[in-house]
């Protein structure tokens, strides 16, 4: 985030920290959400923090841009019925509310949970050619919302682990320049192949706070036979 910044302060652009997964995270003795000049929380159920429905929260220091906010998501009006911009409804309910304020105070022990979980995984990947394990370089706090490999064969891992009765997913199968949302952009595939590679290599394995340590060892131990036994290499 320290050269974004530098980037955008150079040019005035204001930068908006997507901190959707990451409440709680640290870069620098700095908390995600703290970095930019605005940023966004998901509180979706899945998350560290979930809410019981759908759920956010836009936090920043500045008190123009915080008033703004308030307008918009209640559709755009400053006085009651009366729009002065196109806003939406995005109001977080009091029932939403009243669940993540209840959850927070646990935050942190699961938060630790799953940083304890991440070191297991860690201790079983770290030295296996063909696993690529997620990284936290010093000076950083990762809360791993996702606990994410890199493999070669991918798909035939998941496959295998499905078999196995052990759930996982792909965040995220195809990246952003391939969207058909942005084809008029040009992009085309061989393009950005760092991000194409991510795309055809991630897998997302179990990662919560209730997750036991029998449970995560199966898991372990099924992703290093198959890739030992594949002999696979990390790009």
């Not at 923090?49 to 500045?62: I, K, Q, R, Y």
């Not at 942190?108 to 030295?127: D, I, L, M, T, V």
């Not at 997913?169 to 085309?188: E, F, I, R, T, W």
């Amino acid at each position: 985030m320290d050269p974004i910044m530098a980037f955008a302060r150079a040019r005035k652009l204001p930068v908006v920290e997507d901190a959707a997964q990451s409440i709680g995270a640290g870069y620098k003795s700095r908390r995600a959400g703290a970095l930019g000049d605005v940023a966004c929380f998901s509180f979706y159920p899945t998350k560290n923090l979930g809410a019981c429905g759908d759920a956010g929260m836009v936090v920043t220091n500045s008190y123009e841009l915080a008033a703004h906010v308030r307008v918009l998501r209640n559709h755009g009006q400053q006085v009651k019925y009366v729009s002065n911009e196109a806003g939406w409804n995005n109001r977080l309910d009091e029932l939403q509310a009243a669940i993540l304020r209840v959850k927070l105070r646990h935050l942190a022990k699961w938060q630790r949970a799953r940083q304890g979980h991440a070191a297991e995984y860690a201790g079983y990947f770290s030295q296996i050619p063909g696993i690529m394990p997620p990284l936290a370089p010093e000076g950083y706090e990762h809360v791993y919302h996702q606990y994410t490999i890199r493999v070669e064969d991918r798909n035939a891992l998941q496959r295998l682990l499905t078999q196995q009765k052990i759930g996982t997913a792909v965040y995220y199968p195809m990246p952003l320049h391939l969207q058909p949302l942005y084809a008029s952009l040009g992009y085309k595939r061989g393009d950005l192949p760092h991000s194409e590679h991510a795309a055809q290599e991630v897998l997302s394995l179990p990662m919560y706070p209730e997750l036991h340590a029998e449970q995560l060892k199966r898991v372990a131990e099924t992703v290093v036979e198959f890739v030992r036994s594949e002999g696979h290499r990390p790009r």
